[in-house]
């Protein structure tokens, strides 16, 4: 496609629910990185993927929070036993290739997540 | 790990004047510092970035400043129009692999 696609735009979930988070970064782009960004803030760092590995996973809160890339591109960020604390904006953002130098980020529009 | 704060939290400005946005970061070893504006409701956009062995760079009406010594950097924006109004954040990663970290934003609004 032609930008960062996410889906869904919006779930709304109510406490305890599992829910699964899609992202389908721009072709070719190898880097993968998941940022959840509350009402008022900048955008915080949870998980970033090299490929299909998880290069860098210290963003995760706890261990209700997982991600994965299986085949390299497409990435889903898996949420457990919700919380209304999880209640945010999921982004998923792609780079070429941040390995010989850092390049643009391209975010996807989101995934508003409500915990009622 | 990285830390970075941004300031003011909230800017307005009259159209036509100049605007500034100021952050610091912690850690000496990032070389890296790209800023992203956000419009209400959409995703973060590069709009300009600048790496630890350049000064200044510009673009336009929109210049960024960089401070290693000090740990500081600032994005400038000449002749500000309507359009310009947004939230702009601030971020900085050690470059390579390593995540971006961005500070808590400032939301400009340009007046009339």
């Known amino acids: 496609g032609a930008g960062v696609s996410q889906t869904p735009s919006n779930k709304v979930t109510e406490k305890g629910k599992y829910v699964e988070l899609r992202c389908d970064p721009i072709?070719?782009?190898?880097?993968l990185y998941w940022y959840r960004q509350s009402l008022g803030q900048g955008p915080e760092f949870l998980i970033y993927?090299?490929?299909?590995?998880?290069?860098?996973d210290s963003g995760l809160p706890n261990d209700r929070f997982f991600a994965v890339r299986p085949e390299g591109s497409v990435s889903t960020l898996k949420i457990q036993r919700t919380e209304r604390g999880d209640s945010a904006v999921y982004l998923c953002?792609?780079?070429?290739?941040?390995?010989?130098?850092?390049?643009?980020?391209?975010f996807g529009e989101g995934s508003r997540l409500t915990v009622l | 790990g990285e830390n970075v704060e941004q300031h003011p939290s909230t800017l307005s400005v009259q159209e036509g004047d100049s605007a500034v946005i100021k952050c610091t970061y912690s850690?000496?070893?990032?070389?890296?510092f790209p800023w992203y504006k956000q419009e209400l409701g959409k995703r973060p956009q590069l709009i300009i970035d600048?790496?630890?062995?350049?000064g200044e760079k510009k673009d336009q009406r929109i210049a960024v400043t960089l401070n290693k010594t000090a740990k500081h950097f600032s994005l400038h924006i000449t002749e500000t129009q309507p359009e310009d109004s947004a939230v702009y954040f601030c971020?900085?990663?050690?470059?390579?692999?390593?995540?971006?970290?961005f500070g808590t934003g400032t939301r400009l609004q340009v007046t009339l």
């Open positions: 850690d000496s070893a990032s070389n890296y």
């Open positions: 971020a900085a990663t050690l470059g390579g692999a390593s995540k971006l970290t």
């Open positions: 600048i790496r630890s062995n350049v």
């Open positions: 953002a792609s780079s070429l290739n941040p390995f010989n130098s850092t390049g643009e980020l391209f």
């Open positions: 072709s070719g782009h190898t880097a």
């Open positions: 993927f090299q490929g299909t590995g998880a290069a860098d």
